[in-house]
Nanobody
Framework: QVQLVESGGGLVQVGGSLRLSCAAS???????MGWYRQAPGKQRELVAA???????NYADAVKGRFTISRGNVLNTVYLQMNSLKPEDTAVYYC????????WGQGTQVTVSS
């Protein structure tokens, strides 16, 4: 059974940095993974995604500030978030796509001004 566990959220001031981590268990192949976020009253949106081959895609709102990367352990992924803004405040979710979509439990990121 595939499970995703996220960590690294928290409270940070404007301009600060956070690093989110996501580890998937129950897989034996490399799959596309991504980070999504959902702010109160808004739909869940893609933040960054990385394919099994390493191609990367970012939302325009985070380009140049956020970096997605894979870890050495199979299907681990990180999101380095720099120059954080209040509008980055949201619950961040890790996603793994095997053809079926799996989600982590979410981690809160709050950027205070």
């Amino acid at each position: 059974q595939v499970q995703l566990v996220e960590s690294g959220g928290g409270l940070v001031q404007v301009g600060g940095s956070l690093r989110l981590s996501c580890a998937a268990s129950g897989t034996i192949f490399r799959y596309p993974m991504g980070w999504y976020r959902q702010a109160p009253g808004k739909q869940r949106e893609l933040v960054a995604a990385i394919t099994a081959g390493g191609s990367i895609n970012y939302a325009d709102a985070v380009k140049g500030r956020f970096t997605i990367s894979r870890g050495n352990v199979l299907n681990t992924v990180y999101l380095q978030m720099n120059s954080l803004k209040p509008e980055d405040t949201a619950v961040y979710y890790c996603n793994l796509d095997t053809g079926r979509s799996y989600w982590g439990q979410g981690t809160q990121v709050t950027v205070s001004s």
